[in-house]
C-alpha cells in the first residue's frame, strides 16, 4: 500500500467574511481532490482523550476544525507529522494508506470531516502491526 504523509496537505479555504461573520465553503473535486459522499463531526469529546487509532485502504478525508483545536498526528510507517488545525479556513487532506491519531482535543472542539465514501467497516485498519505489513515494513 504506497502512500506517503508527504502527499497530506493543508489546505487553504476560501473565508467569506463580513461584519456579520464568516462562510468557508466546500465542494467536492474543487477543494479537496475527490467528490463528497459523507460528512460526519466528532464532538464533545471529553478531556484529554484520544480518537482515530486506524487508517484507511481507500478513503480519502478532509479535516477540518469547526471549532476549537486538536493535533492531527499523521503516520505512513516511515515517517510522522504533527498538525494543528485551529482555525476553520484550514482543513487537513489526508490520503489512504495513511494511520493518524486524533489528540489534544480543546474543550468545545468541533472535528469536521468530509469523505470520499460512505461508512464501510471493512475499509478500515484497525490493528498498527497489520498496518505495517501492508506498507512492508
Ligand atoms: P471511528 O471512525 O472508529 O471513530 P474515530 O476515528 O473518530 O475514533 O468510528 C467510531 C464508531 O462510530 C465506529 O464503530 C462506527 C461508527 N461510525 C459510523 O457508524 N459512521 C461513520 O461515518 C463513522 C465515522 C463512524
Not at 18 to 35: D, Q
Not at 36 to 46: G, N
Not at 116 to 122: G, H, K, Q, T, W
Request: aromatic residues 10%.
Amino acid at each position: 500500500m504506497e502512500s506517503s504523509i508527504f502527499n497530506c496537505n493543508v489546505i487553504e479555504l476560501a473565508k467569506i467574511n463580513n461584519r456579520a461573520g464568516n462562510i468557508t465553503p466546500i465542494h467536492g473535486l474543487r477543494e479537496v481532490p475527490f467528490s463528497i459522499k459523507r460528512v460526519y463531526y466528532l464532538y464533545d469529546v471529553p478531556g484529554g482523550e484520544t480518537r482515530g487509532g486506524h487508517a484507511h485502504y481507500d478513503l480519502h478525508q478532509l479535516i477540518v476544525s469547526a471549532s476549537g483545536s486538536f493535533d492531527v498526528i499523521l503516520d505512513d510507517g516511515k515517517n510522522k507529522k504533527v498538525v494543528n488545525l485551529n482555525r476553520p479556513n484550514y482543513g487537513l487532506y489526508v490520503t489512504p494508506g495513511i494511520w493518524r491519531d486524533l489528540v489534544n482535543f480543546s474543550s468545545g472542539a468541533v472535528l469536521l470531516v468530509l469523505a470520499s465514501m460512505p461508512y464501510v467497516e471493512s475499509d478500515y485498519i484497525r490493528d498498527y502491526e497489520s498496518f505495517l505489513k501492508l506498507k512492508n515494513i
